[in-house]
């Protein structure tokens, strides 16, 4: 044993010892987390031998090998970082928060105290998708009907039963068809449901495939129900979608949550610190800038936006250094709650001075 250990020693390439395997949960292969995910781990990534910084190479953590993994979406990624099956994860800062705080369906032995922000990246919008010619107009015609609500595991479909529990439409009056956004797509675009709810960047590249193959319309989320989910969930803003983003004919109003970049609160300061550079590096605007249209839309000035839970140790001394923190909490936003007003940019949570104790990170 110790003979193999040690003739295994004396064949591996040193350099090898200094490899750091970093996992990002995402989402369903076909949304808007797993490109995301893919270029956020390329932009991290250094492993020996890659081409340097500053000479075509990515400036990554040097020695960092990430990887974006497919999964179900935010609640079952904060499950696996729980359970150190994942170092690290996308995930909409409305579960962010119950996780940490210990709230249904996090409640008691299943809260995750040690979930730690990175970085707030980009808002998602509540996407409720009808074919145009569809007598569905509003969420409260969705009773009765075929649809999908993603599964279980996944943050849209938190939401999707949030909204319409609000609209009064209760689990037992639609037929439950639900599967994650890919074969939901593929679904309504034949026929075989009548809407599904996606959360998540827009315009989602999948989405905007259907609207090309057949016309589409957004239900909204407005009025009292939205100012009513609001007033509960905090980290929910508001958004109007363009007509122009899936080719509709007319702009459509509904709410929006902030994706954060998570990680362990284990995960070594020094390495959260060089993830949170190197995502912010300026190289890494133009791995981004290949990415979907909602990945442009990250920004450090936003980084710090509606986080929700706690930064870790690592980025806050990033921060710092960037002067976005003043010591301790995230320097209060000129934009108040986010998205509201529709500016499309704009990453939805209550005002900085409402952020959570500790968002500062304390060294
Ligand atoms: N926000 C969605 C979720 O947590 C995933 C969105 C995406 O895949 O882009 O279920």
């Not at 359970?83 to 909409?92: D, I, T």
């Not at 037992?172 to 074969?183: M, T």
Request: aromatic share 4%; hydrophobic share 40%.
């Amino acid at each position: 044993m110790g003979a193999l250990a040690l003739m295994a020693g004396s064949v591996v390439p040193s350099q090898a010892q200094d490899i750091k395997f970093f996992r990002i949960g995402t989402g369903s292969i076909s949304g808007v987390y797993f490109p995301v995910g893919g270029l956020i781990a390329s932009a991290i990534s250094h492993p020996p031998g890659a081409s340097l910084c500053g000479e075509g190479g990515s400036c990554g953590v040097p020695g960092m090998v990430a990887v974006a993994q497919a999964s179900r979406g935010s609640l079952s990624n904060i499950r696996d970082i729980r359970a150190g099956r994942l170092e690290s994860a996308l995930v909409q800062s409305d579960i962010a928060y119950l996780a940490v705080n210990g709230k249904a369906p996090f409640a008691g032995k299943k809260a995750v105290p040690g979930l730690r922000a990175v970085a707030s990246l980009y808002p998602e919008a509540v996407h409720v998708v009808v074919r145009r010619d569809s007598p569905i107009k509003t969420i409260g015609d969705l009773r009765g009907r075929r649809i999908s609500l993603d599964l279980k595991g996944s943050g849209t479909r938190s939401i999707a039963r949030l909204v319409l529990k609000r609209y009064g439409v209760g689990p037992k009056a639609v037929a439950h068809l639900n599967s994650q956004i890919g074969p939901a797509v593929d679904r309504l675009r034949s026929g075989k449901i009548d809407a599904f709810f996606f959360v998540g960047g827009y315009p989602a590249p999948v989405i905007s495939q259907l609207a090309r193959d057949v016309p589409i319309r957004l239900l909204p989320i407005d009025g009292r129900q939205a100012a009513a989910i609001r007033k509960t969930e905090p980290f929910l803003g508001s958004v109007s979608l363009p007509a122009s983003v899936y080719g509709r004919s007319a702009a459509t109003q509904t709410l929006a949550v902030g994706a954060l970049l998570v990680v362990a609160e284990t995960v070594r300061e020094d390495v959260v610190y060089g993830v949170t550079r190197a995502l912010w590096h300026p190289s890494t605007r133009q791995i981004l800038d290949q990415a979907p249209r909602a990945a442009r839309r990250m920004r450090l000035e936003n980084a710090l936006a509606g986080l929700a839970i706690p930064l870790h140790k690592g980025a806050a001394r990033y921060y710092r250094e960037r002067k976005l923190l003043d010591g301790g909490a995230p320097k209060p936003q000129a934009d108040g709650d986010g998205a509201a007003g529709g500016a499309p940019s704009k990453i939805p949570g209550p005002p900085a001075k409402g952020a959570p104790d500790g968002a500062g990170g304390k060294p």
